[in-house]
């Protein structure tokens, strides 16, 4: 490790294989089989809980939207809700580890070229279990460094999003945004959330106690695409941070921040909105129409209308696997299989699906007649609701890129590459 981990804690080795629990009283002991012996841990039963139904009267259950993979996962998941004052050193520990059997796998194979070419196949299946342990440990571990992230700023995660969604859009806004992002961003992140809350149509959104109901795939797609505005925000605000520290600010190319609207923009949820909603709508339609007048750009917008389209989706795209494969689990954890919802939605549609000559529109009003009739499953939400997913979905994809970068910058060839 570059950095030499903050503490020695009891890690899962490389070679785990499974865990359990044995409850005693109000406390239980872990047992984590690590193949070549056991670890044994004491912890609360509420720890132990935490992923299955509840116990006793008074013990959390927690409907978790990722799973631990593997039993060092667990043991971060613990930490983090028991000790978390602990769990940065767990984290550190376990990149230690990581890397040195990464190390190790590379001096092994080296030995291992020298042997007899009939060996080569099992070595070769043995080596890619063991690639597919370590995978598993990083993914864990990044997705509940993230976790972390959110639990500092004392933000509780959304959990599993089904028919109607009654969470309270109002909580937790100042810590989403303030707490997440720099002055700059928030305006960008702004933009973001009145694009998505606009829907495909780009009229005025309707009061944040007006209900909506939406596909679960469009909501899947704007939660996703949320997610990797959040991560090219933070990519970008580090660049431009950088460059204006240096002095290479380049001039301005207006029509950058349009592209980058239609990169984030294409899973805008095709919302229906009820009649109160028309009645707000309505008043802003009738209030007196005022000369438009130019917002200043923030620094940051200037700077990314700088990029042309090569460089904007380059900058969009998760840079590791394992980036990208916590952004498909956590919104399959939320919305479900995303495949199915498509599949879901072809049905529904039918021809008009398949129809080269429908028009946008056509599409719309059929997709919303499907969403009505209860053809396909959808989520019934209101406003603010729907303001609290995406400011969640852009905090989580700014902590993904977070952590990402750390990893990079404390290991050597952890982290796998996304291909171009």
């Known amino acids: 490790m570059r950095g030499g981990a903050r503490g020695m804690l009891p890690a899962a080795p490389r070679s785990c294989r499974s865990s359990r629990a044995v409850t005693r009283g109000r406390k239980a002991k872990v047992v984590f089989d690590l193949g070549r012996g056991r670890a044994e841990y004491e912890v609360p039963t509420t720890a132990c809980c935490a992923t299955g139904e509840g116990g006793e009267e008074g013990e959390k259950s927690v409907d978790l939207v990722y799973k631990p993979q593997t039993p060092a996962g667990e043991m971060l998941s613990y930490y983090l809700s028991e000790q978390p004052h602990l769990f940065q050193d767990a984290v550190d520990e376990q990149l230690r580890l990581l890397e040195t059997e990464k190390e190790e796998i590379k001096d092994k194979k080296k030995d291992k070229d020298k042997s007899d070419p009939s060996e080569m196949v099992l070595y070769q299946r043995m080596d890619e279990v063991r690639d597919l342990e370590m995978t598993r440990n990083l993914e864990d571990l990044m997705y509940f460094a993230v976790v972390e992230r959110f639990t500092s700023l004392g933000v509780s995660m959304l959990s599993p999003l089904n028919d109607v969604v009654d969470i309270d859009g109002n909580s937790d806004l100042e810590n989403l945004t303030k707490g997440v992002h720099s002055v700059e961003s928030l305006e960008m992140v702004r933009s973001h959330l009145m694009q998505v809350l606009s829907g495909p149509t780009g009229s005025p959104p309707p009061n944040l106690n007006s209900v909506l109901k939406i596909s679960k795939l469009q909501a899947a797609q704007v939660y ?60 802003r339609a009738e209030q007196p129409k005022e000369v438009p007048v130019a917002k200043p750009r923030s620094k940051l917008q200037e700077y990314i209308e700088t990029f042309d389209q090569q460089t904007l989706q380059e900058t969009a795209q998760i840079l590791s696997k394992e980036g990208s494969t916590l952004v498909e689990r956590q919104t399959r954890g939320l919305f479900g299989d995303i495949n199915e919802l498509q599949e879901e939605i072809k049905r529904a549609l039918g021809d008009a699906g398949n129809d080269v000559l429908s028009s946008p529109e056509d599409l719309l009003l059929k997709l919303q007649e499907v969403i009505a009739s209860g053809e396909v499953k959808s989520l019934t939400l209101t406003v603010a609701a729907q303001r609290r997913v995406v400011l969640e979905a852009v905090a989580f994809g700014a902590f993904l890129r977070d952590i990402e970068n750390y990893v990079a910058k404390e290991t050597v060839g952890l982290l796998t590459g996304n291909n171009p």
């Open 224 to 283: 996703a695409a949320s997610v990797m505005f959040g991560y090219f925000l933070r990519r970008v605000d580090a660049r431009f941070q950088l460059e204006k520290a240096m002095g290479l600010l380049n001039d301005i190319n207006s029509d950058a921040v349009e592209r980058l609207e239609n990169i984030f923009g294409q899973a805008s949820a095709a919302e229906s909105w009820d009649e109160d909603a028309e009645a707000f709508v309505q008043s």
